[in-house]
Nanobody, 115 residues
Framework: QVQLVESGGGLVQAGGSLTLSCAAS????????VTWYRQVPGKQRELVAT???????YVPDSVKGRFTISKDNVKNTVYLQMNKLKPEDTATYYC?????????WGQGTQVIVSS
């Protein structure tokens, strides 16, 4: 069982930055992939960044150049650095962990970007 706790969300002006954290209860070496998603009510969930155990990262074109994912294996925490935020980045952000095929979700953290 893995528990994920997201934090770092909040209200920020357009152009600003936020860093989200996803702290895992399990040893990071047992987690294969951690992915950040975001969701706006009524819209499909969107993948915004992913990182593997080996540190390989992926961000889609929609956030490339603005969002960076990283991890601290000692703290069992994955970070999502979000720069140059836009109002359309407003959403609830969730982290998701794949531990040997089992999927776990955090409770989400809300990000609101004002124009």
């Amino acid at each position: 069982q893995v528990q994920l706790v997201e934090s770092g969300g909040g209200l920020v002006q357009a152009g600003g930055s936020l860093t989200l954290s996803c702290a895992a209860s399990a040893n990071s070496s047992s987690i294969n992939v951690v992915t950040w998603y975001r969701q706006v009510p009524g819209k499909q969930r969107e993948l915004v960044a992913t990182i593997t155990t080996a540190g390989i990262t992926y961000v889609p074109d929609s956030v490339k150049g603005r969002f960076t994912i990283s991890k601290d294996n000692v703290k069992n925490t994955v970070y999502l650095q979000m720069n140059k935020l836009k109002p359309e980045d407003t959403a609830t952000y969730y982290c998701n962990a794949d531990q040997r095929g089992k999927i776990y979700w955090g409770q989400g953290t809300q990000v609101i970007v004002s124009s």
